[in-house]
């Protein structure tokens, strides 16, 4: 168990700005999910702390010791972490247990002690009985186990996680979510988790950090981050809000030519104004002005609506309507919303 | 295109020319009465020579993978200097014929003239003898150990490696303990080739092994010596072939084991990430090795080569003259050898590429490995054996009249056979590689707009294959071009082809013109490879 510290961290490839200027600060014990859409430089980032890539600008410290900086690299062998990759990288020519045994054996622990720690990450992942197989014979979500245990058997500092559940199914991804969440529950290892599914972070994370274009727009708590995104960004990547540019007049907010009745109580200056609304917040009904219906997806528990506003799309859910046929026209009335300067 | 007389038509020639000579050389084996196969086996000469060719192959092989592999592991796995170039020099033996690489070695290790002696003091390095036949042909078998290990570590995910870092192991021990143990059968396999090889290989162990002191022959050599006795020579050549043939089937056997025993699912290939290792402060040193290798093991050879051929006299530093260049490159038996080699080279690629598309084209895997069997059978024995079946003093032993009314025995006819049948494998492997990518979508949409099946074929198929059809052809005209271990058993009297010019030039005659001719070679070749990048750039615009 170790902190982490990224403080102003850049990294380029080439010419290309990946990091630019990461700071965060991750307690020891503390699960932080990185999250963002893809190419946004969180890989980036997660490898610059295992130390597989250098610095360009910044320092990483961990346990409070520089690891990377401009006094030169730790390399990733003497940083003492663990890894599970987005790919497994599971060695195809060793058994399970030598693929969780390979750790310790670098740290010439005792072959009796190798063994019973080897068992006892196999227990955590529940592989124990596979332990001779040979990678080939072991599904995809037993694969990612294995990974785990290699990873954390040799009680690394922190654990870093690279999208260890975007290569499996939806049903494996829900189990070996609550299994990560179990086992940090257990070892309380310090962990950074790397992923594009904003549901996945809310879940485990003790708090996300929404990146964008190799910046962190916003650090906190899921429930935090989730209703008040400081940003426009934040909103639509973390809860898939609708983001309009507009204009604020009359207590209504302009869009398109549309006006929509702002609710009371928001404190809104008169101008220019982006308004952010997540779909569960925009109501079908009431009031407000009527926009044209371009699909209905029934969603199970809901149904979602689109309707086409000027070019935008506007996502709405809500409980399932007779009156939703294929290009009716149907009220809108905006319910929380948050509004933000306009976007530059 | 799988009508059944076209497989039975290339069935039966194959047979003809490749399954029958073996067995007729078995037959002319048992056939000698006289001759205690035991005997000739146990005989001193012939055990010497299976120490000999057991001796080198194993030398050969274990320089090329103890050298080879390492290599591999840099070039792909780690950000070393100079890959490009790297990867270049040390393929470049797969195109230039063994025997260069040795005459190479003579001129700089030769124990009293060579260069290398001349500057270090005579008698420091001796090339002739087992351990320098094991050395130039190790170099010349290094492609197969290298491109073998490249292929398979470039399949590696570069996750595996990092993988091994942050569970604590340094670059080296990542290298050694994760990326090299999966690479292994792949790189085993390409040593038991380069073990073939050598076993296989004429012109080098001829060129140092049968004057060293003391001799060193091998079974080749030996076969060799004993067709040039005559009669009773061939019915001994013929016993000791089996050995070698016997020698060439297990390797080959251990070597298919060798890669279905190791075949552990690399990559999927989507997705795959290659992120070279830094080498930290190593990476200058270590470049600075390979590229000394790469000096050694092919430049300065071939740099000897050069010199030697505008050396005054050979074996003395005394200025320069172009005499053998003027006097090799107006010689009309230099000139008629290149037209007979040119034309033989020519029609053998030919052969190759047009049979091997017909054999690919089958599309019956055992048809296609039939084809791709004489590769591996030792050039003097296949020699031997249509030395035997196509001779006048052999014609009447079996199947007279269905055989032996092709009389092609002491004619160019018999060699351009030998050719095509050697390297029909180029030609039938590259088909069935293309033909395998080949969408076959594009000739049914053809067909159906109105084409012909012919039509159909140039205008959809062909554009799809003759990419790796015009490899095939190229590298079989190539090897063809200064082909020499099947040529010197099977030259007409009185007529000589490239290959056997430079064999009789550099081992009886005249070294110096025997460089012109290597040197002259090797720039066509170097030529021909520029040519050909340039012209796949060109098209990958
Ligand atoms: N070795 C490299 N060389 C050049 N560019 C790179 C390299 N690695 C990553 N990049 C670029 O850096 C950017 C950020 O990459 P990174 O892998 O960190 O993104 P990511 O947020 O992890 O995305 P994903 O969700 O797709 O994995 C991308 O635009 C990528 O193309
Ligand atoms: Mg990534």
Redesign the pocket.
């Known amino acids: 168990m170790a902190s982490v510290q990224l403080t102003d961290v850049h990294k380029a490839?080439?010419a290309?700005q990946?990091?630019k200027g990461v700071s965060l600060s991750i307690a020891s014990g503390e699960l932080v999910a990185?999250l963002?859409?893809?190419?946004?430089?969180?890989?980036?980032?997660?490898?610059m702390v295992a130390g597989l890539?250098r610095v360009d600008r910044g320092v990483i410290c961990i346990d409070g010791q520089e690891v990377d900086g401009p006094k030169g690299s730790t390399p990733p062998e003497r940083r003492g972490l663990g890894m599970v990759f987005?790919s497994y990288a599971v060695w195809p020519n060793r058994t399970v247990a030598q693929n969780v045994a390979y750790p310790l054996t670098l740290q010439r622990v005792a072959r009796s002690e190798v063994e019973r720690r080897v068992a006892e990450g196999l227990s955590w992942v529940r592989l124990s009985a596979l332990g001779d197989r040979l990678p080939q014979q072991l599904s995809g979500g037993q694969l990612q186990r294995v990974a785990i245990a290699r990873a954390l058997v040799a009680n690394p500092k922190v654990l870093l996680l690279?999208?260890p559940l975007s290569n499996l199914d939806a049903a494996l991804r829900e189990e070996l979510r609550g299994e990560i969440a179990a086992l940090r529950a257990r070892l309380g290892t310090t962990m950074i988790f790397?992923t594009?599914d904003q549901g996945e972070a809310l879940a485990l994370a003790d708090r996300v950090a929404v990146?964008s274009r190799?910046v962190i727009e916003q650090v906190g708590r899921p429930d935090v981050v989730y209703r008040e995104p400081a940003t426009p960004y934040v909103a639509s990547f973390v809860g898939g809000a609708n983001q309009l540019d507009g204009v604020v007049e009359g207590g209504c907010f302009v869009c398109a030519g549309v006006r929509f009745p702002l609710p009371a109580g928001s404190d809104s200056a008169e101008g220019p104004a982006t308004l952010v609304v997540r779909p569960e917040d925009l109501h079908v009904g009431g009031d407000g002005p009527a926009l044209p219906l371009s699909a209905r997806l029934f969603l199970g528990s809901a149904t979602e609506y689109r309707f086409l506003l000027g070019d935008r799309v506007l996502r709405a859910v809500g409980p399932p309507r007779d009156d939703a046929t294929p290009s009716s026209r149907l009220p809108l009335r905006l319910g929380r919303i948050r509004l933000y300067p306009p976007a530059a | 295109m799988t009508r059944r007389w076209p497989t039975a038509l290339l069935a039966a020639g194959l047979f003809v020319f490749a399954g029958l000579p073996l067995l007729l050389l078995l037959a002319r084996a048992a056939r000698a009465e006289d001759l205690d196969w035991w005997a000739v086996w146990t005989s001193a000469d012939a055990v010497r020579a299976l120490g000999g060719t057991a001796l080198t192959s194993l030398g050969a092989a274990l320089f090329a993978f103890l050298v080879g592999v390492p290599l591999a592991l840099l070039l792909v796995r780690t950000d070393l200097g100079l890959k490009k170039a790297l990867k270049a020099t040390f393929t470049l033996p797969t195109a230039i014929p063994p025997f260069i690489l040795g005459m190479g070695w003579v001129s700089l290790a030769n124990p009293k003239a060579g260069l290398l002696n001349l500057a270090l003091g005579a008698g420091t390095f001796d090339i002739y003898g087992a351990a320098g036949i094991a050395f130039v042909l190790g170099s010349a078998g290094l492609p197969l150990v290298f491109l073998a290990t490249t292929a398979a570590l470039s399949r590696l995910d570069s996750s595996l490696e990092e993988a091994a870092r942050i569970s604590g192991a340094s670059p080296a021990r990542t290298l050694l303990t994760i990326s090299l143990p999966l690479a292994l059968p792949a790189a085993l396999s390409g040593t038991a080739l380069t073990f073939l090889f050598t076993a296989s290989a004429f012109g080098v162990p001829y060129l140092l092994g049968v004057t060293a002191t003391p001799p060193t022959p091998t079974l080749t050599t030996r076969v060799y010596g004993e067709v040039l006795m005559g009669s009773t020579g061939l019915a001994r050549a013929a016993v000791l072939s089996v050995e070698l043939l016997v020698l060439a089937g297990v390797v080959l056997l251990v070597s298919r084991w060798l890669t279905r025993a190791g075949e552990v699912r690399l990559s999927s290939g989507k997705g795959l990430?290659l992120?070279p290792m830094p080498l930290g402060r190593w990476r200058g040193p270590l470049t600075a090795v390979a590229v000394a290798l790469g000096v050694i093991l092919v430049v300065l050879p071939l740099l000897a080569v050069a010199l030697t051929s505008v050396q005054p006299v050979w074996g003395q530093l005394t200025g320069l003259t172009t005499k053998h260049w003027g006097a090799v490159l107006s010689s009309p038996r230099t000139i008629s050898a290149a037209g007979r080699s040119v034309l033989l080279a020519f029609s053998a690629a030919t052969l190759v590429t047009g049979l091997g598309l017909a054999v690919a084209s089958t599309r019956r895997r055992w048809l296609e490995a039939l084809a791709g069997a004489p590769y591996a059978v030792p050039g003097t024995v296949l020699a031997l054996g249509l030395l035997v079946a196509f001779s006048r003093d052999v014609r009447f032993i079996a199947f007279e009249r269905v055989a032996f009314v092709l009389a092609l025995g002491n004619t160019l006819w018999l060699l351009l056979v030998a050719y095509a049948v050697k390297h029909l494998a180029f030609g039938a492997r590259s088909a069935s590689d293309a033909l395998a990518q080949v969408d076959p979508s594009l000739a049914e949409a053809a067909r159906i707009f109105g084409a012909s099946r012919a039509r159909a074929f140039v205008d959809a198929t062909w554009p799809q294959l003759k990419g790796a059809l015009g490899a095939a052809f190229l590298i079989t005209f190539l090897v063809c071009m200064t082909e020499l271990t099947l040529s010197v058993l099977l030259i007409p009297t009185g007529a000589d082809v490239l290959g056997t010019l430079l064999f009789e030039l550099q081992s009886y005659a005249d070294p110096g013109a025997a460089a012109v001719i290597a040197c002259a070679f090797v720039l066509l070749l170097l030529l021909a490879q520029a040519a050909q990048a340039l012209l796949t750039r060109r098209e990958a615009r």
Request: hydrophobic content about 20%.
């Open positions: 490839y080439g290309t990946v990091v990185l963002g859409p893809s190419g946004c430089g969180k890989t980036t980032t997660l490898r890539e987005q690279d999208e790397v594009h990146m190799g | 990430s992120r």
